[in-house]
């Protein structure tokens, strides 16, 4: 019987494209749903991706670059995270390279701390993608390389500049041996508040103790050396608890946070920080907030009315339904008849809803994390998930339609 | 009048023992729509079952072709008390043996004629060509191989029933059961649909059960039963 149901649920879409205004009401129906679930998946998964450093994470910033040694950074790491409602600290650290007058930054990132970094965070990856693994480098768009050299022979000097691009590699010589980078990412450059010609890249952690050791290796004292050369941009105290359960919770995490701050304020630290950056409790609680009434309605909404369509489609085929049956349709049969039409509307829904998060996030500016895989993956489960009752209910209820009544029609 | 049929034993392919059928009505009322029903469709006949509006037509076709169960008594249907038959058999042997022409048609409006006289054969395990050869011969039979890609409401009456005869067809059925097939036709129509339905009979040996109320019909029955609120007057 499995060529007899693939060809019914073949069919079953043929025969809901044919029912065009239908159709064409329940596509746009599920997609504003679909739009609305994909929305609050991303904001779901932003709690703890792009709206990790703006919604449970408190910032400390250099004063100025080249202020607070590696040294002192590490000391206030270590006193931060015993701090109570600290999830983790992730202190951004960046080694300077000289050339013509302008600096080279390299930082150092774990690929799955990249949320914290506000600055250079996937979503702002304009070409190419995040780092990985070792061996991988990010630089900014329009990244000029100043390289200089000195030959030689002939006692001349000068100096080469190149504008690396994606897929490229850099080659980084520290002290004697070289290190070589793929470029697998661009970032988009007015992220960066630096001075115009510094030029930032970013690679993970031990790749940035690779390119230090090297460079060290040639030196006595290195610790001098380290605090010379390494500096700590800022330091990121997530706060620890679920940003989404806090809502409903009273706001433990976002009460985590200003106890951080509240520890930053009246403690003092090593290195020179600017004030305690963070988003007030209420600001975050409304916020999330609205999000949870969004993904209720869109959830409770999305089962009404994939039901609702059930409904529908058995009541609007009512005489169809009992016509296939007494011309040999067993009731698994009809029921497949159904499915395909509601397969077909809510994959065509949520298509279409994808493409309207697309515009609407297009238009609003808003930053969601929508298109990653795991949203969307998620996304389209739910969707699925949220059509289980009115599976069942067209299922009982194609059942309760006798073949008798395809008799009875006047 | 009964008339032989070549080859044909008689045999009987259902018997009806003493059927009866209820109905509830509102909350209490209890209408018998069938009383003590006893009769037999034989095999290869062209039987006509005729009564008044009301007179419970309808019920006794559902429950001669299992569509329907009866409250007392007992059907055979080939052999078989329709009874035992669990619910999710039945279709199969409906599928297998039993075709449906409707008052009303009941085309699905959606998908042409060839479509819909596929419809019966797409569950089974035929492949797509078989089934689309099968619709086309079919057409051809009842002269509407032109309008295949046509879709039932760009049709007439008589062309609806028509394609709706195919597609009764579609799964070679040993019987037919026809309610009141030209109740929605002008005579014209209604007469090329009874001829079809009556060459059916003669050269494709398929028996046929119709219920109507128009004695014009009955000249094409080998054999009529009369029925009167739900009795069998006379057979
Ligand atoms: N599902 C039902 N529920 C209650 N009563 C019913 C039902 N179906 C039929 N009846 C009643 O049973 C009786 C017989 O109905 P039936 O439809 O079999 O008559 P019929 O001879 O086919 O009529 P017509 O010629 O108008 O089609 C009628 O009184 C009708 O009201
Ligand atoms: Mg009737």
Redesign the pocket.
């Known amino acids: 019987m499995v060529l007899g149901t693939v060809r019914l649920i073949r069919k079953s879409i043929l025969v809901a494209t044919r029912a065009r205004k239908r159709l064409a009401v329940f596509v746009i129906v599920y997609a504003i749903l679909a739009g609305m679930v994909i929305l609050s998946i991303g904001r779901l998964a932003g709690y703890n991706t792009t709206g990790l450093v703006d919604q449970r994470s408190v910032v400390l910033e250099a004063t100025d670059f080249d202020t607070i040694t590696y040294n002192q950074a590490k000391n206030d790491t270590t006193t931060l995270s015993h701090v109570e409602g600290v999830d983790r600290v992730v202190p951004l650290y960046y080694v300077n390279f000289e050339g013509g007058g302008d600096i080279i930054r390299i930082f150092g990132i774990e690929p799955s701390n990249r949320w914290a970094f506000e600055e250079i965070k996937p979503d702002v990856i304009s070409s190419g993608r995040y780092i990985e693994r070792g061996g991988e480098i990010l630089i900014s768009e329009n990244a000029n390389l100043t390289t200089l050299f000195e030959e030689s022979v002939g006692g001349r000097t000068g100096t080469i500049f190149t504008k690396p691009g994606l897929g490229d590699t850099i080659t980084i010589a520290g002290g004697e041996e070289t290190k070589t980078f793929k470029v697998v990412g661009t970032f988009e450059e007015g992220q960066v508040d630096d001075d115009p010609g510094n030029t930032w890249m970013v690679v993970t952690v031990d790749d940035l103790w690779l390119i230090l050791n090297d460079l060290l290796r040639v030196y006595e004292d290195q610790t001098a050396v380290i605090n010379s050369v390494l500096f700590c941009y800022k330091i990121v105290i997530v706060a620890e608890g679920s940003v989404f359960w806090s809502a409903v919770r009273g706001g433990d995490v976002w009460n985590n946070v200003e106890g951080i701050v509240e520890f930053t304020e009246t403690t003092t630290l090593q290195g020179n920080y600017n004030s305690p950056e963070y988003t007030k409790k209420a600001d975050n609680q409304n916020a999330v907030i609205a999000d949870m009434m969004l993904i209720t309605v869109a959830f409770l909404g999305g089962a009404l009315v994939a039901s609702m369509y059930a409904f529908l489609i058995t009541r609007f085929r009512r005489i169809e339904i009992a016509t296939l049956k007494a011309i040999g349709y067993t009731n698994r049969n009809v029921w497949t008849m159904t499915l395909g039409e509601i397969l077909l509307a809510s994959i065509a829904g949520f298509i279409l809803g994808l493409l309207g998060i697309a515009v609407y996030l297009g238009v609003t500016g808003e930053t969601v994390v929508i298109f990653s895989r795991t949203t969307l993956l998620t996304a389209f489960l739910i969707v699925v998930l949220i059509q289980v009752p009115a599976f069942i209910l067209s299922n009982k209820r194609t059942l309760r339609i006798p073949p008798?009544e395809a008799l009875?029609t006047? | 009048m009964p008339r032989e049929k070549r080859n044909r034993s008689g045999r009987d392919l259902i018997i009806a023992e003493r059927v009866s059928k209820d109905?509830?009505?509102g909350r209490a009322e209890i209408?018998r729509?069938?009383k003590e029903a006893d009769m037999e469709v034989k095999d290869g006949e062209f039987l006509a079952i005729i009564?008044?509006?009301?007179?419970?037509?309808?019920?006794?076709?559902?429950l001669l072709s299992g569509l329907d169960q009866p409250t007392e008594g007992r059907i055979i249907f080939d052999g078989m008390d329709t009874s035992m038959i669990g619910e999710e058999r039945f279709p199969l042997i409906r599928r297998e043996k039993c075709g449906f022409v409707f008052?009303t048609f009941n085309l699905i409006e959606t998908i042409t004629a060839q479509e819909n006289v596929e419809s019966p054969l797409w569950p089974t395990d035929l492949n797509d060509r078989e089934i689309t050869e099968q619709a086309i011969s079919l057409l051809k039979a009842v002269d509407l191989l032109e309008r295949k890609d046509h879709k039932p409401l760009e049709m007439s009456g008589g062309e609806q029933q028509r394609v709706a005869i195919a597609r009764a067809l579609a799964n070679t059925p040993k019987i037919l059961f026809v309610?009141?097939p030209t109740g929605n036709l002008d005579s014209e129509a209604g007469k090329s649909i009874m001829e079809l339905l009556k060459k059916l009979n003669e050269e494709h040996e398929v028996t046929v059960v119709l219920?109507t109320?128009n004695q014009d019909l009955l000249k094409y029955a080998d054999r009529v039963i009369k029925?009167q609120d739900?009795r069998i007057t006379e057979s």
Do not use: F, M, W
Not at chain 2, 52 to 62: F, V
């Open positions: 008798a009875r006047l | 109905y509830k009505r209408v729509a069938i009564g008044p509006s009301g007179c419970g037509k309808t019920t006794l076709l559902n008052q309610d009141e219920v109320h029925l739900g």
